[in-house]
């Protein structure tokens, strides 16, 4: 797999470095009053991970002849609101996780009320970053505001957690779980590509960013996909996370419905749709390459 | 006290049923599968109250010329991330407050997972009612959401949270107090005059602005510092919430430092400073009753 993915692999730990200082620019704050609430949101933000969602926007502008510079901002932003929302559903009301990525989730590390702030912050911290980003016109960081909040709000992300709620305590029909994890996980994707379209200059209803914005849905419905089957299957210490929890709270997750092999086949097909739909935009090799290395990962 | 204050209640009133109008319409979403969390929010969001920080942001902007039209996204916002803070702030793991303006505070109501949510939602929604404010332009809307989001983040109200957390459990120094509700209250209610005076068209660092925020933080501290007197001196019933919860918690508040006459002696200094700071600004009276109507309340 290195072979194939090393071009995609090279981009990917170049993004993960540039957007790591980046976040690392935004979280310098320093008040020793409340020292703790910067602690806790550098604790969940910063030291590495892949940052799938900050190259999705990323990749998405390079497409499109955006700069660097001027998708930044936007990939900080979506990467604190998926922060916040980690650091939310691992809290004991929520899904009540002790473990996220390998080491003790914020509210073991620094309570209950602090990362339940923590959380606000980054959310709210997150607009901030937005509103800050003097390389965008107001016209386009109003509509970046706008974008970011409807993936992240009641209509996209909250939506989907609201219904993986109920999921816990009785079973959705298919349609319905599809429905949670397009709200829940690719609500958020789709935001990344059209922040990044809207950093190369290309509106919401464009064409390109109605391609990419598809492809983005396709690929984050695939991701969680293989998020049940790894959480299925993986070893725990591989995966960083309690094995089976989802098992084991009778969650509905595509285990439900497919064995191993039928949702590894039906996150190939939403993968095809991805890699379909970005076929007649330019210089899309690199987002081909990582619909199909998110299909094959192992972690 | 009526008499004296007939023409400002007159006014907060009929800013209280078109601030109540603007939520619901803003609240008006619909979608079988996440009812709940439309229902949460507008549980705590709908249904009264005086409305104090859009009453503040209206005025502000009205004083200066400016529409009510132009204000009232502005004011809807703000009002929405007060609200949002009162949820969580509620929640077991911070003040762990079971009832709220004399009725089930949110998680009583709802479920601790569905209230963290509602909180998250309405936080995320504050943003989107700004980026969708289209009577505003893209500049003016962008400044909002950076007032916004630095009066209700980390180095505002959050921090403020930070600091009352430390208060719970360790007695804090009387400078450290001042600080600590300077933000938990009144870096929101500067937050409300700044956004008044976007609205008229006055950037934060005119003239006009720096004297309604001087006058926003000093009502704002005042308003706590009462908020500590009332809440020592009320009657539960009068107050709809635990009476002397802070004390019984061992929370350092204005009365760990001051007794009653001298927490309300200190309150007037401040009021004094707010009524100072309008005194030039032209057709401010109702701000002036304002700051007097928020020292003699008795709830």
């Not at 935004?26 to 008040?31: A, C, T």
């Not at 996220?100 to 620094?110: D, Q």
């Not at 993936?151 to 949670?180: H, N, P, R, W, Y």
């Amino acid at each position: 797999m290195e072979n194939t993915h090393a071009k995609l692999f090279e981009v990917i730990a170049e993004n993960a470095e540039r957007t790591e200082a980046a976040l690392a620019e935004i979280m310098k704050g320093e008040d020793e009053d409340f020292g703790l609430i910067y602690d806790a949101q550098r604790y969940s933000l910063l030291g590495g991970g892949k940052r799938v969602r900050p190259f999705l926007v990323n990749e998405c502008c390079r497409v499109l002849g955006g700069s660097a510079e001027a998708s930044m901002p936007l990939a900080c932003a979506i990467e604190m609101i998926h922060t916040y929302s980690l650091i939310h559903d691992d809290l004991p009301c929520m899904d009540d996780d002790d473990v996220r990525r390998g080491k003790p989730s914020n509210h073991k590390k620094f309570g209950y009320a602090n990362a339940l702030l923590a959380g606000d912050a980054l959310l709210t911290g997150a607009f901030k970053v937005i509103a800050d980003a003097e390389v965008l016109s107001p016209e386009i960081r109003v509509k970046a505001v706008r974008v970011l909040a409807e993936a992240a709000g009641e209509s996209g992300m909250i939506g989907g957690q609201i219904m993986d709620l109920v999921g816990e305590t009785e079973e959705l029909a298919f349609e319905k779980l599809i429905k949670l994890h397009s709200l829940k996980t690719a609500a958020l994707m789709e935001g990344c590509a059209k922040l990044g379209c809207l950093a190369a200059g290309y509106d919401t209803d464009s064409y390109e960013s109605e391609q990419l914005t598809e492809y983005a849905r396709n690929v984050g419905v695939a991701f969680q996909v293989m998020d049940d089957v790894l959480d299925q299957i993986a070893d725990e210490k591989i995966l960083g996370k309690h094995l089976g929890a989802d098992a084991e709270h009778n969650k509905t997750t595509f285990l439900t419905y497919y064995n191993v092999d039928e949702a590894k086949k039906y996150a190939e097909g939403l993968t095809g749709e991805a890699i379909t739909a970005v076929s007649a935009i330019e210089h899309s090799e690199l987002l081909t390459d990582f619909a199909c290395y998110l299909l094959e990962r192992e972690k």
